[in-house]
């Protein structure tokens, strides 16, 4: 199956907001029938945190907060995420924002024995140096299984290779047997906000904000809200995973927010219900779909937090890759 088409490289991110990210593509081959749900992000993020529990944990112990490594061990750090200690902001929180973002391939549900398919992993922070996890992790998932066969149970797949965003290309940095290549950093400037016209705000998976304890919906939609959510995303992620936290004028960032309004919208609601295996529940994940127009007067301040918000995503359910949006000059 063929890989989605982007049209904006993320080493194209600037340093304003200061939030340095890599996108892998992960190349894969069933061998067995694999039937993936509607929305595929759910199943691939746990059969990510299960199979990399497996493979870097050495104590064995039931929980992760009770382990001496807790602290130290990559997967509490990628799938827990506890604030540090010494934490000034969600002291009282038991996670911050996981510092990676998954993103299936839209036209990946029925995947025949011998067909290749993938998905797509953003890593953000310093969750980037555990790239070598990931892989192995999601190699080791397609020994184990995704998704489900028709009479297999789980499908399975062997992970043929790995490529990594830059520049605007995909350059293949491993393959099983040859090793992990030197892996390219994002170095290159946000482009110029636009100058004249209008920006559209394309909304690719369901978009889910919740404002004064209710679900945003289509009437109710505004800009502030929008942004608000991204900025606090942004925030929260450089502040845990880098070492550079964001410092900016958040109270003038919202309030200047208010005064930007929507020239267009075309919005539908997506139902979407996912099982929690924690829960043991169905929880309902629906959002807004469909694309936002923007006049480009005055968004310069908002520019690089919509720019690079292309592959933080924003809302509920990040990352497992709802709220995955793309800018492009309407």
């Known amino acids: 199956m063929s890989a989605p088409d982007d049209a904006i490289d993320p080493a194209s991110i600037g340093q304003a907001p200061r939030l340095p990210l890599t996108r892998y593509r992960l190349h894969l081959r069933a061998e067995t029938p694999v039937r993936l749900p509607a929305y595929a992000g759910s ?25 001496l490594l807790y602290r130290s061990c990559v997967y509490p750090y990628v799938f827990e995420t506890p604030p540090p200690v010494d934490a000034a902001k969600l002291r009282k929180y038991p996670a911050a924002p996981h510092p990676f973002v998954v993103e299936p391939w839209p036209d990946c549900r029925d995947v025949a024995p011998g067909e290749a398919f993938g998905l797509d992993l953003v890593l953000l922070g310093r969750s980037r140096g555990q790239l070598p996890y990931f892989i192995e992790a999601l190699r080791r998932a397609g020994e184990t299984g995704v998704g489900s066969g028709a009479a297999t ?3 399975h797949y062997v992970l043929e290779a790995v490529a990594q965003q830059s520049a605007g290309d995909w350059v293949e940095i491993y393959r099983p047997g040859a090793g992990l290549e030197a892996m390219h950093e994002p170095t290159a400037a946000a482009p110029p906000a636009p100058t ?8 690719l998976t369901p978009l889910r904000l919740k404002v004064e304890n209710g ?3 289509a009437d109710r939609l505004r ?7 991204l900025l606090r995303r942004v925030s929260l992620l450089s502040y845990f995973h880098t070492d550079a936290p964001l410092e900016t004028d958040f109270r003038g960032l919202v309030q200047a927010a208010e005064l930007i309004d929507w020239q267009a919208t075309e919005l539908r609601w997506q139902d979407w219900t996912r099982y929690s295996s924690r829960q043991d529940a169905l929880l309902q ?12 007067a005055g968004l310069e ?17 990040a990352v497992m890759g709802l709220g995955r949006y793309r800018l492009s000059a309407a």
């Open 43 to 67: 199943a691939w993020r746990g059969v990510l945190g299960h199979a990399l529990k497996r493979t870097v944990c050495v104590t064995r112990e039931p929980t992760c907060p009770g382990c």
């Open 153 to 155: 149970g789980a499908g």
């Open 196 to 203: 004249g016209g209008t920006l559209q705000i394309g909304l």
């Open 215 to 217: 679900l945003v919906t």
């Open 223 to 229: 800009f502030r809200d929008f942004f608000s959510h």
């Open 285 to 296: 994940m629906g959002g807004l779909v469909g694309t936002l127009t923007l006049p480009t």
């Open 301 to 317: 301040p908002f520019w690089p937090y919509l720019w690079l918000g292309q592959w933080t995503h924003v809302g509920k359910g």
